[in-house]
């Protein structure tokens, strides 16, 4: 792969992870 890719698979990788966080902060906080 190459560099570019994987930055964007990196930070697409990352936003999913903190849109879930966020979700179930606001469904069971």
Known sequence: ???ATK???GT???S???A???ILVL???
């Open 20 to 22: 879930v966080g966020i």
């Open 27 to 29: 469904a069971f906080g």
């Open 12 to 14: 697409v990788g990352v």
């Open 1 to 3: 792969m190459s560099k």
């Open 7 to 9: 930055i964007v698979l």
């Open 16 to 18: 999913a992870v903190l």
